[in-house]
């Protein structure tokens, strides 16, 4: 279990220079309104440090893909200069099943999520019978998504084999594996996030405590946690794992 949180400053004790003018690195997975809320942000002036808090915060499982590939978790690395969010990196591209051809199907998972179209409907009732293991139906979700392409381009056969995954699905069949693959998490590959994070201007954070500001509210993701309500400044952040949804 990570160790406690230090208690929250009031954000008026906190020495305004001295928290506010330094550059960090700020990873969030969260997950807003609805019947699963998750306020997560980690802390860090290296994705070394994120990655180290981010495994600790999560016993080393990986990021839920129950959240990512059915709830359109916010999975993001925000960019703090000198106190100020200044860019923001989408980390869903990063994440890793172990098998290329299930990290082509997360991606269009993710993606048809996002748009709510017909092919998400599919998706989502192949994956109904996985209950919060979402990342195990990857396998059959990458057979599925191959069937699904053939059957809009005509071939009758695909539609038939497309139809009868589905049958499966509402019968609560959910093979462990397809062809040989199983898939049990998602991991983010750190190394290429920290190729594609951009470096942090000095001075970086040295202090346990942080408070940062948007360079601009077209920054935001709409479901960030991140959000001053309205203030200025974000609610004071401490170093590693910080959950906002718990206040902690």
């Known amino acids: ?20 003018a330094h550059s960090c ?36 499982h990986g990021a839920d893909s129950y959240l990512v590939m059915w709830y359109g978790a916010l999975l993001h690395l925000w960019v703090v ?33 996002r748009r709510d179209d017909d092919l998400w409907d599919v998706l ?27 059957s809009e381009d005509g ?23 397809y062809d040989g693959v199983t898939v049990e998490r998602l991991d983010l590959d750190w190394d290429a996030v920290a190729a594609a994070a951009p470096p942090l201007r000095q001075p970086l954070l040295e202090t346990e405590w942080v408070r940062v500001r948007w360079a601009s509210d077209d920054l935001m993701e709409p479901d960030t946690y991140l959000n001053p309500w309205g203030e200025e400044w974000v609610e004071p952040l401490h170093l590693g794992a910080n959950d906002l949804e718990n206040g902690d």
């Not at 106190?83 to 993606?111: F, K, Q, S, W």
């Not at 539609?159 to 069949?173: F, N, P, V």
């Open 1 to 20: 279990m990570p160790d406690p949180a230090p208690a929250a400053p009031d954000a008026l004790d906190l020495d305004e220079e001295e928290s506010t």
């Open 25 to 60: 690195y700020l990873l969030e997975f969260s997950v807003g309104s609805g019947g699963a809320r998750q306020g997560d942000v980690f802390v860090g002036t290296s994705v070394a440090d994120l990655a180290a808090a981010f495994a600790g915060h999560y016993h080393g």
């Open 81 to 113: 200069q000198e106190g100020v969010i200044v860019e923001g990196v989408d980390l869903h591209p990063y994440l890793r099943t172990g098998d290329a051809r299930c990290d082509e199907a997360l991606a269009e998972t993710i993606a048809a999520q």
């Open 124 to 150: 989502d009732q192949v994956m109904e019978p996985y209950d919060f293991a979402k990342a195990r139906a990857l396998p059959l979700l990458a057979h599925v998504l191959d069937l699904y392409e053939r």
């Open 155 to 177: 071939d009758a056969d695909a539609g038939s084999r497309l139809d009868r995954i589905l049958e499966d699905a509402d019968a609560e069949k959910a093979p462990a594996s």
